[in-house]
Nanobody
Framework: QVQLVESGGGLVQPGGSLRLSCATSGFTFSSYRMSWYRQAPGKERELVAAITSTGDTTTYVHSVKGRFVISRDNAKNTVYLQMNSLKPEDTAVYYC?????????WGQGTQVTVSS
């Protein structure tokens, strides 16, 4: 079965950095676009970044452009989100996502809190 397991969240001060990882199994990772979403308290889940199956194209929500970098390692079946210059408004639960032929799958999420 498809499994997505996020890690790397935590508490960080404004201006700090975190690197999220999403380890996957149960599907042909190298064939699928991968995405990171986030959901802050009281807000809808939003798409933060996405990367094509080969990694040659990435997209970002405007609010994180120039600060976040999505990448993937197809040999390790893992997608990453490097988050720099973090702001309090980046506080949220971050989820990785894949949409395969059998449906959309989500991890359990990892909490990111940006606070002094």
């Amino acid at each position: 079965q498809v499994q997505l397991v996020e890690s790397g969240g935590g508490l960080v001060q404004p201006g700090g950095s975190l690197r999220l990882s999403c380890a996957t199994s149960g599907f042909t990772f190298s064939s699928y676009r991968m995405s990171w979403y986030r959901q802050a308290p009281g807000k809808e889940r939003e798409l933060v970044a996405a990367i094509t199956s080969t990694g040659d194209t990435t997209t970002y929500v405007h609010s994180v452009k120039g600060r976040f970098v999505i990448s993937r390692d197809n040999a390790k079946n893992t997608v990453y989100l490097q988050m720099n210059s973090l702001k309090p408004e980046d506080t949220a639960v971050y989820y990785c996502n894949v949409r395969s032929v059998t449906g959309a799958y989500w991890g359990q999420g990892t909490q990111v809190t940006v606070s002094s």
